[in-house]
T-cell receptor, first 117, second 113 residues
């Protein structure tokens, strides 16, 4: 079955420090992968996505992620965190039935990022 | 360009009542997706509408239903509300110009008393 695991429920980093949020997926073929960010009580904002091609993808707000097929991972990184980055981050995989889109995103449980001044 | 809009922002109902939530997608997007984000349960896929048809539904009872209108906007109806239906309901859009990427709205917070 397709699944997404975010091993870290909560992470605290100091402002200006680097950040890496982990995401592992279970999927048979090349997955469609996404990272979203959610501020309290708000909807989800797309940070970046990977469908194919270059395994290092750039997103908004200075975020990037690297797809590693051998490790079934799609970790999110940022070189220098700002206080405004404090939020909940979700990794998701687009569920497919064979080559057909099911319309369903499978989400990880989320990682809450706290930024210390 | 306007993003995905949802109404109402908040909705308070009592057990047994019906709730109707609305979603307007980004112009040019033909699909609407609904998700439930309940405390402790994470984000769960509810329904997918494309070109006016229901294409897929998640593991939810039939009292969760909806429809998509010719202008691609969508309604989610929840009948016979139960306390555990209290959640943030998120609508996303995609398809055609949006491709396989889902763009989310701000959500409707449903509280069932």
């Amino acid at each position: 079955a397709q699944s997404v695991t975010q091993p870290d429920i909560h992470i605290t980093v100091s402002e200006g420090a680097s950040l890496e949020l982990r995401c592992n997926y279970s999927y048979g073929a090349t997955p469609y992968l996404f990272w979203y960010v959610q501020s309290p009580g708000q909807g989800l904002q797309l940070l970046l996505k990977y469908f194919s091609g270059d395994t290092l993808v750039q997103g908004i707000k200075g975020f990037e992620a690297e797809f590693k097929r051998s490790q079934s991972s799609f970790n999110l990184r940022k070189p220098s965190v700002h206080w405004s980055d404090a939020a909940e981050y979700f990794c998701a995989v687009g569920a497919r039935l064979g080559s057909s889109n099911t319309g369903k995103l499978i989400f990880g449980q989320g990682t809450t990022l706290q930024v210390k001044p | 360009e306007a993003g995905v809009t949802q109404s109402p922002t908040h909705l308070i109902k009592t057990r047994g009542q019906q709730a109707t939530l609305r979603c307007s997608p980004i112009s040019g997007h033909t699909s609407v997706y609904w998700y439930q984000q309940a405390l402790g349960l994470g984000l769960q896929f509810l329904l997918w509408y494309d070109e006016g048809e229901e294409r897929n539904r998640g593991n939810f009872p039939p009292r969760f239903s909806g429809r998509q209108f010719p202008n691609y906007s969508s309604e989610l109806n929840v009948n016979a509300l139960e306390l555990e239906d209290s959640a943030l309901y998120l609508c996303a859009c995609g398809g055609l110009f949006g491709g396989d990427t889902q763009y989310f709205g701000p959500g409707t917070r449903l509280t069932v008393l």
